[in-house]
Structures are given as structure tokens and as C-alpha cells.
């Protein structure tokens, strides 16, 4: 079975500075993964995601995520946060039959 | 904003009603997968519809029950509801088949069963 463990409840994080949200997973076979974003009272967003290729991924709102084989991690990162970055971030990852296994989600809070 | 509509956004019922939500996917998907989001969690995999069939469904009793349309569009029935029922029902739209491509979520409806 596939999971995806996210450490952070919470990242707490100045405007201005990089921010690092970390994931990591299990699964067998290759992995495709994803980073969605949840404001308050609204569905989920996509961020970026790997497939193949690459180990760092750029997506929208200048984030980007590492994928690392071997740590079987997938950390979100951004160098210089906002403070409207400030929301809910999932990791996941799809299975075979197109399924997605999300984390449980990290409370980003950029402060000013 | 992504092409998927859900309704209604809000719902409240009582302990062992019926609801009905519905789910329109993004134009050119052919693939509805719906969650259940409880508070303070990450969403859980409920089932997937493509072609009008169940296509895989994740760790929830038969009472949570789906249709798709020819339209691709779907809905997810839960019957005899229970307290634990309520949460946050997202539905995604994605392409079968093109694994290499991010399902699209609705906004979600929030039912509250009291």
C-alpha cells in the first residue's frame, strides 16, 4: 500500500525568507507526485508535480519541489516567501489506478 | 479556478437522511474521483468513475454509493447518515489513462450532519 507521511503539522516562516514544506512517501514502482494547495473554504489547487525526469520541478506561484530517489522524499520549497502564501499544502502521490494518497497537510504561516 | 463545479457548496442533515452531491467535471476529463475530507485531515480516496462504471474505490462502506453520466458528470449518494459523515466532499476530474496529468478539484461541499 502507498503513503505519504507529511512530519509538519506547521511551518512557521517571515515574509522574505525561503520556506521548505517536507513530504515523504512509499510506494512500489515509480512514483507520481503532486503538492496542492487549500485555502480556507475552498477545494484543493495544483501546485506542481514529478512524473520523470528532473529532480527539481517548478510549478506555479514560484514554488518548486525536490525529488529525491533515494530519501524518498519530495519537499516543497520557495525562496523568498509571502505572506499570501500562507495556507494548507498537501503532498501526494497516484497509484496505478489513478488514486490519489494525500498526506495529512501542513499549515504554512508566513508572517510579516 | 479549475473547471470542476460542485453542489450545493453547503449542506446540513440529520442523523440517518439521505444526500445527494453533485459534481460537473472540466471540459475534456473523462474520470471523476471523489474524497472525503474530514476536519483537520487530509483527503480520503472514496471511489472513481470512468465510463459510468466504479472504477476503484478506497476504505468507505456500500452507503457511500456514485453515478457517473454520459456527460462525465457525477454523483456521490450517502445514505443513513452518520455523525462522522460530516466533512469537507471534494470531487476531482482527470483524463484516464494520462497518469502523467493533475486531477482538477471543485471547491467542495461541506455537508454537517446533525
Known amino acids: 500500500a502507498q503513503s505519504v507521511a507529511q512530519p509538519e503539522d506547521q511551518v512557521n516562516v517571515a515574509e522574505g525568507n525561503p520556506l521548505t514544506v517536507k513530504c515523504t512517501y512509499s510506494v512500489s514502482g515509480n512514483p507520481y507526485l503532486f503538492w496542492y494547495v487549500q485555502y480556507p473554504n475552498r477545494g484543493l489547487q495544483f501546485l506542481l508535480k514529478y512524473i520523470t525526469g528532473d529532480n527539481l520541478v517548478k510549478g506555479s506561484y514560484g514554488f518548486e519541489a525536490e525529488f529525491n530517489k533515494s530519501q524518498t522524499s519530495f519537499h516543497l520549497k520557495k525562496p523568498s516567501a509571502l505572506v499570501s502564501d500562507s495556507a494548507l499544502y498537501f503532498c501526494?502521490?497516484?497509484?496505478?489506478?489513478?488514486?490519489?494518497?494525500f498526506g495529512g497537510g501542513t499549515r504554512l504561516m508566513v508572517k510579516p | 479556478e479549475t473547471g470542476v463545479t460542485q453542489s450545493p457548496t453547503h449542506l446540513i442533515k440529520t442523523r440517518g437522511q439521505q444526500v445527494t452531491l453533485r459534481c460537473s467535471s472540466q471540459?475534456?476529463?473523462?474520470?471523476v474521483s471523489w474524497y472525503q475530507q474530514a476536519l483537520g485531515q487530509g483527503p480520503q480516496f472514496i471511489f472513481q468513475?470512468?465510463?459510468?462504471?466504479?472504477?476503484g474505490r478506497g476504505n468507505f462502506p456500500p452507503r457511500f454509493s456514485g453515478l457517473q453520466f454520459p456527460n462525465y458528470s457525477s454523483e456521490l449518494n450517502v445514505n443513513a447518515l452518520e455523525l462522522d459523515d460530516s466533512a469537507l466532499y471534494l470531487c476531482?476530474?482527470?483524463?484516464?489513462?494520462?497518469?502523467?496529468?493533475?486531477?482538477?478539484f471543485g471547491q467542495g461541499t461541506r455537508l454537517t450532519v446533525v
Open positions: 476531482a476530474s482527470s483524463s484516464e489513462g494520462a497518469r502523467n496529468t493533475e486531477a482538477f
Open positions: 468513475y470512468y465510463r459510468e462504471e466504479e472504477n
Open positions: 501526494a502521490v497516484r497509484s496505478a489506478g489513478n488514486m490519489l494518497t
Open positions: 471540459s475534456g476529463h473523462n474520470t
